[in-house]
């Protein structure tokens, strides 16, 4: 009887080539769905691929996971479309579901994270107009 070692080997790196055949599909798929919700599953679906494959590839790849990875580029995305914005009457929701963010405090707190900056200070305005208060000589403040 032999000894069966108690670990595993590591797993193999990945083929460059294949895991960058997968990142390239998979962002061609999101720029065929701009608007669309997207999730790690739903890439899995139309690359037909397993999710840890397409988690590897992404890892190889770009260093960070395929979410992490495609929130930024429409983080990115919408960046752009709100500096190309300003001055119109195009508002932060449009931005946002236009770059397949469709829960809007979600979009600020991520566009937050990475930028520094509410959407709305990058569009130019205030998310919501400025509330005045009235002061007890009939003025406001």
């Known amino acids: 009887m032999h000894p069966v070692p108690l670990s595993a080997a590591p797993p193999k790196r990945m083929q460059p080539v294949n895991a960058h055949r997968i990142t390239t599909a998979a962002l061609a798929f999101v720029d065929a769905n701009p608007h669309e919700p997207l999730t790690v599953m739903k890439l899995c679906l139309a690359l037909k691929v397993s999710r840890t494959y397409l988690q590897r590839s992404f890892l190889e790849i770009y260093g960070v996971s395929p979410l992490a990875y495609l929130r930024m580029r ?6 752009r479309a709100l500096k190309a914005a300003q001055g119109t009457d195009v508002t932060v929701a449009e931005v946002a579901m ?44």
Request: charged share 20%; aromatic share 12%; with cysteine.
């Open 74 to 79: 429409r983080l990115n995305d919408a960046r």
């Open 98 to 141: 236009g770059n397949g963010f469709f829960h809007c405090a979600r979009f600020a707190k991520h566009y937050f994270q990475q930028f520094g900056e509410l959407p709305s200070a990058t569009l130019g305005r205030p998310s919501r107009p400025a509330r005045t208060a009235p002061v007890p000589d009939g003025q406001t403040r």
